[in-house]
């Protein structure tokens, strides 16, 4: 998730899960820096492998076996400016709560975490949240913010069971969003493969809606309130068919690489045929126009491809989408 999102979910382990005993502000302090720690491998971005960051994100920095040692780097640091505050203990403690937070908030979003690294490189997305929500963060944040400025605290507590039901509430839309998926494409006809279901920005209301059919992805949108109102949407041929695209092992290998950051579901960009992109992710949900994917780089045996993002939102994008989030808006 977002930074402060990571910070205040730190913060609210930190303070809730233990005895505070040396007032909130050391608790609040490591639990939120280490909460944020786990997103410090981003820095491992190279220029001459522009896919190497994408293999590195939500690796071993987010994987569970190393919580105790990111926590030990952490407390390491912090207990240079928190020493007359709590002793190294108590801060390491504080630290290996914060951190423990950050990979299982991210499993939650749909990006994908690698928590059994080195066991496994799996990537766990159990897609029940958005990866910005302020509707999770505002409360959780202010929560906290309360327990440091009064020193009580229940207030960290009540932000670990709001949180918790949030979360809880996202599964629960998580599945009825499959039970959307599942009865749409029967409505069609068909037998939904590969389905998945991912809430869109800031909201478990609005959700995106991928599975696969007869060697298509199809890609669409849902309400899911009460009933399910859906949108309809767009569809792309499941294999990347490369024929007549003269490329070298090693931009074989990258899309390889690709396939596996987005789960297999990847597609051929229809307005740029070198493009491939991530159809889990666009702006309007019932789209496959990716905000991420791979530019081919025919006859250039010894480069890698290029990564590509497309992350400017305009004005008519933003204004369908909230036609699609509020419905009875027809966008102009």
Same mark, same amino acid.
């Given at each position: ?25 050391? %608790? ?54 928190? &020493? ?7 801060? =390491? ?7 423990? !937070?950050?990979?299982?908030? $991210?499993?939650?979003? *749909? ?45 960290? /507590? ?17 599945? /009825? ?27 478990? =209301? ?11 992805? =199809? ?6 309130? #009460? ?8 569809? %792309? ?15 074989? &290998? ?7 950051? *987005?789960?297999?579901?990847?597609? &051929?960009?229809? $307005? ?6 991530? #159809? /889990? =992710? !666009? ?5 496959? !126009?990716?905000?991420?994917?791979? &530019? ?26 909230? !036609? ?9």
């Amino acid at each position: 998730m977002d930074p402060i999102s990571q910070a205040f979910a730190g913060a609210t382990f930190s303070q809730s899960l233990t005895r505070i005993t040396t007032g909130q502000k050391p %608790a609040f302090i490591a639990g939120a820096l280490s909460g944020m720690a786990a997103d410090l491998d981003v820095l491992i971005n190279p220029d001459h492998d522009p896919l190497l960051f994408l293999e590195f994100h939500r690796q071993f920095t987010h994987s569970l076996v190393f919580i105790p040692l990111g926590a030990l780097v952490c407390a390491a640091l912090l207990s240079l400016f928190l &020493r007359n505050r709590a002793g190294f203990g108590r801060i =390491y403690l504080y630290c290996l709560l914060g951190y423990a !937070s950050h990979g299982l908030l $991210d499993a939650c979003t *749909s990006y994908g975490t690698q928590l059994f690294w080195p066991f496994s490189d799996m990537r766990i997305a159990w897609d029940i949240i958005s990866i910005i929500d302020p509707l999770f963060t505002l409360p959780v944040m202010f929560l906290v913010i309360a327990g440091v400025a009064t020193g009580r605290q229940w207030f960290p /507590r009540a932000a670990l069971v709001y949180g918790l039901m949030y979360l809880s509430f996202g599964h629960f839309q998580h599945g /009825r969003a499959l039970d959307a998926l599942e009865s749409l494409a029967a409505k069609r006809g068909h037998i939904a493969a590969n389905a998945t279901v991912k809430p869109t920005l800031a909201n478990l =209301y609005l959700w995106k809606l991928i599975y696969e059919h007869d060697g298509r992805y =199809y890609v669409d949108a849902a309400r899911v309130g #009460i009933n399910y109102e859906f949108i309809d949407g767009a569809s %792309a041929a499941s294999e990347i068919d490369l024929q007549g695209i003269p490329l070298s092992p090693l931009q074989t &290998r990258d899309i390889e690489r690709f396939r596996w950051f *987005s789960g297999g579901y990847i597609a &051929r960009y229809t $307005d740029d045929p070198l493009m491939i992109g991530d #159809i /889990r =992710y !666009s702006f309007l949900p019932n789209t496959i !126009s990716p905000l991420w994917g791979i &530019r081919l780089k025919p006859g250039a045996p010894d480069e890698h491809v290029d990564y590509v993002t497309t992350r400017e939102m305009d004005g008519h994008i933003r204004r369908q989408f909230y !036609s699609m989030l509020f419905g009875g808006f027809p966008a102009p």
